[in-house]
């Protein structure tokens, strides 16, 4: 147990309302979930730009970049895929303190860790966004050779062939990747979005 007696949480001057009014829209995390291949990241970078394009203030967490630097030391065992979604769960709320809305594109596999992370914040400051797509879908994308290597044995653990993914029993918003085109997929991001009013209106 690490002792925090000696660590006091020290209060901004600027508060995330500040922040928000000066963006011009309220912040908030929409958490993508779903298997390799599943367009997680091409579905967070496509909702970021149309986002971008109206003036708002925005970042992407993806999962192969965010292994790249605070994850780095993490490998793929349940315990470190654990570690790797509580770490992106607390930088996504900083980020939404910060005023900016966040889009994590992470398969982040097991129910409880998307749960705890959805704890960290209040209920509208939390979008669980589910890119449901059928595994042979995926399988056949396989852009990175990622599902040919994990069948052949290269790749221990991974989602979806070797170790479970756990789909989302209640999301806020299913996506359909596999079925629908890009354009539509960002559009019912959008659309949600306006639901929860975080954008302004036009």
Excluded at 34 to 62: F, N, P, Y
Excluded at 91 to 102: D, F, P, R, S
Excluded at 105 to 111: E, K, Q, T
Excluded at 142 to 165: C, H, L, N, Q, W
Aim: some cysteine; aromatic content about 6%; charged content about 25%.
């Amino acid at each position: 147990m690490v002792d925090r007696s000696n660590i006091i949480w020290h209060h901004a001057l600027i508060t995330r309302s500040a922040r928000q009014k000066m963006n011009g829209h309220r912040s908030l995390v929409v958490w993508f979930t779903g298997l390799s291949g599943s367009g997680k990241s091409t579905l967070s970078h496509a909702v970021e730009q149309r986002l971008h394009e109206i003036g708002c203030r925005t970042l992407v967490l993806d999962g192969d970049n965010v292994r790249h630097g605070l994850c780095g030391d993490l490998g793929f065992s349940e315990d470190d895929r654990s570690e790797n979604i509580r770490r992106i769960g607390e930088m996504a709320k900083l980020l939404t303190e910060a005023g900016v809305i966040t889009l994590t594109a992470f398969i982040s596999p097991f129910r409880a860790d998307r749960l705890r992370a959805r704890e960290l914040f209040a209920p509208e400051d939390f979008v669980e966004a589910y890119c449901r797509c059928p595994l042979e879908v995926c399988e056949g994308r396989d852009v990175k050779g990622m599902y040919r290597r994990a069948r052949a044995g290269e790749i221990p653990d991974f989602t979806g062939i070797s170790s479970p993914y756990e789909e989302p029993i209640t999301p806020d918003l299913t996506v359909d990747t596999g079925r629908l085109s890009l354009e539509q997929c960002v559009d019912q991001v959008i659309a949600c979005l306006k639901d929860r009013g975080v954008l302004p209106p036009p």
